[in-house]
């Protein structure tokens, strides 16, 4: 049995334009990861089974201010007011995956695959949905 992990983090700096609708961007930090058990050989030699646990990478940390007009003075000069907004979602989204795969007969292979989706997009008011897929191959 085989036992895969993968992290990944990121951090992006941007630096805003003058006279932008954005007129600051904090640093932002994303971060996701994946764990899977894979096993070989369950049924036969060519067949595998696995199991996945992901949260996609999202951001983590972050937000961005925007520059409005909102009115105008007695001058006819524009009124501007500054809005900021956080980027980092209020849910995190994650997948489990149930998985078969083999080779049926010497030139045809299936690979079986059921995904759970939990808070899809980041968003809890998402329903939760489940998928399942079936890929069947014919080598000539």
């Known amino acids: 049995m085989d036992f895969v992990a993968q992290l990944s983090r990121g951090e992006t700096r941007v630096h805003s334009l003058n006279d932008s609708v954005v007129s600051n961007i904090s640093d932002i930090s994303s971060e996701g990861y994946s ?3 894979i096993k070989h050989g369950l049924y ?15 951001i983590t940390s972050g937000d961005m201010t925007l520059r409005m007009a909102d009115g105008l003075d007695l001058d006819d000069s524009i009124q501007f007011s500054d809005q900021t907004i956080g980027l ?13 795969s ?7 292979a299936m690979t079986l695959l ?17 998928q399942v897929m079936m890929k069947m191959i014919k080598r000539f």
């Open 88 to 100: 980092t979602p209020t849910d995190r989204g994650n997948v489990l995956t149930l998985g078969y």
């Open 114 to 130: 059921f995904n759970h989706v939990n808070n899809p997009n980041h968003d809890s008011s998402i329903r939760s949905n489940n």
């Open 35 to 37: 764990l899977s058990l």
């Open 102 to 108: 083999t080779d049926y007969k010497k030139d045809i």
């Open 44 to 58: 036969s030699k060519n067949d595998t089974l696995f199991t996945s646990f992901k949260r996609p990478l999202s």
